[in-house]
């Protein structure tokens, strides 16, 4: 975690010596020495630490430096609320307080002085540097490092709920191409990916099927050459006149004892690399008898790279979790009556991973009292995780941690924030990354799309679960499995990165003062109350979070709440959309906010939000039916993203002059709002949510999309109708959203004889139309148009026909129709798009015969999905 710290200061002291040197007037010259030795420091943790991060003395140097690095980030911040306290205040006052800067910054100038001497006390250089205990020390733990766990595999006669899953692969191995087929097993750690493929390769129709079936477990620290030998073995018993053969030598002489003989089964467990299967690929000839290869991932990306059909490992039912569990207790023995209630529950929380439920029912096997079983019931990641058993859970998801990027470490850590079981908004989620300063800012990239890809990298390592995905294909929601929740919890606790409190905890660890204690604090609802009534003061503490899953806000006395900016005097990121928020005097003081998502009956954003300067994201919910923003949010110009559940009515600028915002969301902006002084200075804008009456906006506002040159993603609701009123789509909207890609409408109405000139935006490739978005019965589009389009989505329209082909919808590749009651069929065309792979119907009847017969026609080429819901009598086909 040194890495994120360093980088977090440093960005912090480039901050303010370029953006707030108005601000450390006096003490300009001591900052600037000061960023000189954070810049050694982190040049020191990015070269010497790499030869050194998984040995003990590492460890110990990692603490010294987030000690150090934090005692330095409290007192710049002290520092910065007091100066800008002072900057607040009227002439006379600032006069009275002169003597006062002047001590302050004295000692501002001998703490700086401190840190620097500190700081350089922390050693510099390679491995060279070290003495020679400290290099002995390095290599022993080199060598313990190499002795990496493997993925449990269970017993033949301990596995449940694999059967119909061999099944499946038995098939796939023995039918199909008589041609090298590889076949990867993917999924994350512990789900048993081992132990399927050990079911399979001792099915007797798999010794039946094939003349040799080899065995080999590659894992992290693979050489390719073992990997020959070990296969060069089942065909030699006597290796030794090979193991001075280069890889190459090796594979030719595998390729002709291969060649000899029949079908040749090779199973490679726990692959981490694609190369590996790029290198075994060179043992097989081409004499087309149908060999194949297994290989058991943790890595997505590394499965697909060897095929573009891999399987995906599932979690197991409540049902198949409990008869392991039992299994595993009581062998052939029955589970007492007195236990079976209790029992279901703990295979339950094991979330359906084999691993949890075998390392949980060993803390069981030697117990039969109920209050034992109701006491791991109750505290599961104690069992779980334990540190002294090299073959727990803690060990095996370490070895995918350990081999993260840095970067990526810290994302995957923080997705532990948030309580177990939890569905995470993507879109909050990366907002949060950035706010707390996890993502690094690269060339080329904004910082939204680098954390983006760092979430597509933990998903491919199986580490974070895909929960919803979007229309167009991308992530919507995510979740972390409870074993992997246990595991940030215990690792992010150990590095100060996190703290949870909740009811089990010892309430008296909430009011140390101890520097070293963890930055963020997340705070169950049901520990929040007596938490707040003791009034902590935790002014180290940097997040404050408060996650529920209940629709419900949660109520608490005015002065609790107010206890919540008391608390935290220094705080960056505030997540507490749960409680019913107030605001306070001592809120506005938090001048370092940098993330605010609330939630209360307010009317109006006070302008007393201007003084958050350094803001990033601003979310408001509220049950007013409009907000009224009265802070002027075009001088904030560190604010990205701003979103609301009611719409916003927006302020004027002061000034057209003066720099841009740097807003790139807006969600959701009155429809009067969308003046031009206004759009032009939201010119960055990518995402844009209008609501309101659309006439007004489509007749006079629509003009002033042509400020937002960068504009993808553009929503209009209209939530207000005259009788009789028709809306039209102006031709200046098509002029000026030529960048778009992503178009919702909804309850606007249109004509469908209209709804073909939105082809004429080139760039669009989702388009939504929603409850009512456009009225008739019939649409027969144009051809010519929608030529980038991939995802249409249609809902609650009264659409009867609707005649398309692949003319219209060259690259359509997700059709989505929910509630169309009355649409007679889907256009049958639509099969000849060859990008075509998926199709939804929700309560759209009618057109059910129509979709299969789409389905049965595109199955003859590609993997078609079709569901349908409710699902009718051809249940089976609902989903392929």
């Not at 007797?204 to 080899?214: D, L, M």
């Not at 009789?724 to 919702?744: C, M, N, Q």
């Not at 759209?844 to 993997?863: D, G, H, W």
Request: glycine share 4%.
């Amino acid at each position: 975690m040194a890495d994120t710290a360093i980088n977090f200061l440093l960005e912090k002291l480039l901050q303010v010596l370029s953006e707030d040197v108005r601000l450390i007037a006096g003490v300009q010259e001591e900052f600037q020495d000061l960023l000189e030795q954070v810049q050694i420091l982190n040049a020191f943790i990015n070269d010497f630490s790499k030869l050194v991060r998984k040995s003990i003395m590492w460890k110990e140097m990692e603490k010294a430096i987030l000690t150090t690095v934090f005692r330095t980030e409290d007192i710049i911040d002290e520092f910065l609320v007091e100066a800008r306290l002072n900057q607040e205040k009227n002439i006379l006052r600032k006069a009275f307080h002169f003597a006062h800067n002047t001590v302050r910054h004295r000692d501002l100038s001998i703490k700086i002085k401190d840190i620097i001497e500190e700081m350089k006390k922390i050693p510099r250089g390679d491995k060279q540097a070290l003495s020679p205990a400290e290099n002995l020390q390095l290599e022993i733990e080199s060598v313990k490092g190499s002795e990496e766990p493997k993925d449990i595999s269970l017993e033949d006669d301990e596995v449940v709920g694999f059967d119909e899953e061999a099944q499946r692969l038995i098939k796939r191995l023995t039918e199909g191409s008589e041609d090298l087929d590889i076949i990867p097993i993917v999924g994350m750690p512990g789900l048993g990916k081992t132990t399927l493929a050990r079911k399979i390769y001792n099915d007797p129709r798999i010794s039946y099927e094939f003349f040799s079936k080899i065995w080999i477990h590659v894992g992290q620290l693979y050489k390719i050459k073992d990997v020959f030998l070990r296969i060069l073995n089942r065909f030699r018993r006597n290796i030794k006149e090979y193991q001075d053969m280069d890889a190459n030598e090796l594979a030719k002489l595998i390729c002709s004892f291969v060649a000899k003989g029949g079908k040749c089964l090779i199973v490679l467990d726990d692959v981490w690399e694609s190369e590996v299967v790029d290198s075994v690929m060179k043992v097989f000839p081409r004499n087309w008898v149908g060999h194949r290869i297994i290989m058991t991932t943790r890595l997505g990306y590394v499965a697909t790279y060897a095929n573009e059909n891999p399987h995906y490992l599932k979690f197991l039912s409540q049902n198949e979790s409990f008869e392991l569990l039992k299994m595993n207790v009581f062998g052939r023995r029955s589970c007492p009556h007195e236990l079976l209630r209790v029992g279901e529950s703990i295979a339950k929380k094991c979330s359906g991973l084999p691993l949890s439920i075998v390392m949980i029912a060993g803390a069981l096997r030697a117990r039969t009292n109920k209050v034992d079983w109701v006491r791991v019931d109750k505290n599961m990641g104690e069992y779980l995780i334990n540190k002294d058993d090299a073959t727990s859970c803690l060990n095996i998801i370490k070895v995918s941690y350990d081999s993260l990027p840095q970067e990526m470490q810290s994302c995957f850590l923080y997705c532990g924030v948030f309580p177990r079981g939890f569905d995470i908004p993507i879109w909050k989620l990366i907002r949060l990354w950035i706010a707390e300063g996890l993502i690094k800012s690269k060339p080329a990239f904004t910082l939204e799309e680098t954390a983006q890809y760092y979430l597509n990298g933990l998903v491919d390592r199986n580490l974070v679960m895909v929960m919803q995905k979007k229309s167009d294909g991308k992530i919507k929601t995510c979740r972390v499995q409870d074993l992997l929740h246990e595991f940030c919890k215990k690792e992010a606790s150990e590095k100060w990165f996190f703290q949870e409190v909740c009811p089990a905890l010892d309430q008296a660890i909430i009011s140390i003062h101890d520097r070293s204690m963890s930055r963020r604090l997340c705070v169950q609802p049901s520990a929040l109350q007596d938490f707040l009534s003791t009034r902590p003061f935790v002014e180290h503490v940097r997040s404050f979070y408060c996650f529920s899953t209940r629709q419900t806000q949660i109520e608490l006395p005015p002065s609790n709440i107010r206890s919540i900016c008391r608390s935290f005097p220094l705080i960056r990121v505030l997540d507490i959309e749960s409680l019913k928020f107030l605001f306070s005097r001592d809120f506005y003081q938090l001048f370092h906010l940098r993330y605010i998502a609330i939630s209360g009956d307010f009317m109006a954003l006070p302008s007393a939000f201007g003084k958050f300067w350094n803001l990033q994201t601003l979310i408001l919910s509220t049950s007013a039916p409009i907000l009224e923003i009265k802070a002027d949010i075009w001088n904030m110009l560190r604010l990205r993203h701003i979103h609301t559940n009611v719409p916003a009515k927006l302020p004027s600028p002061s000034t057209s002059t003066g720099k841009a915002s740097s807003l790139q969301t807006l969600s959701q902006v009155a429809s009067q709002c969308c003046r031009k002084n206004v759009l032009a200075k939201a010119c960055h804008l990518k995402k844009l949510s209008v609501r309101g009456p659309m006439k007004s906006f489509l007749e006079t506002n629509c003009v002033n999309l042509e400020e937002l040159k960068f504009l993808e993603e553009l929503k209009l609701l209209n939530d207000f109708l005259y009788s009789g009123e028709v809306l039209r789509i102006p031709v200046a909207f098509f002029t000026f959203v030529r960048t778009l890609k992503k178009l919702t409408l909804s309850n606007t109405k249109f004509d469908w004889s209209e709804a073909s000139r939105l082809g004429q935006l080139e760039c669009l490739e989702v388009l939504k139309l929603k409850q009512n978005a456009f009225t008739g019965e019939s649409w027969r589009p144009e051809v010519g148009g929608f030529f980038e389009l991939r995802v249409l989505w249609i809902e609650m329209e009264d659409l009867k026909l609707w005649e398309a082909s692949e003319l219209h919808f060259p690259r359509l590749r997700h059709l989505v129709l929910i509630s169309c009651d009355k649409l007679e069929a889907v256009p049958y065309e639509l099969a000849s798009i060859h990008s075509f792979q998926e199709m939804r119907l929700e309560n759209t009847i009618k057109a059910v015969k129509s979709a299969r017969e789409i389905q049965r026609k595109k199955l003859e080429s590609i993997n078609f999905k079709l569901t349908i819901f409710p699902p009718d009598s051809d249940d089976s086909k609902a989903t392929q």
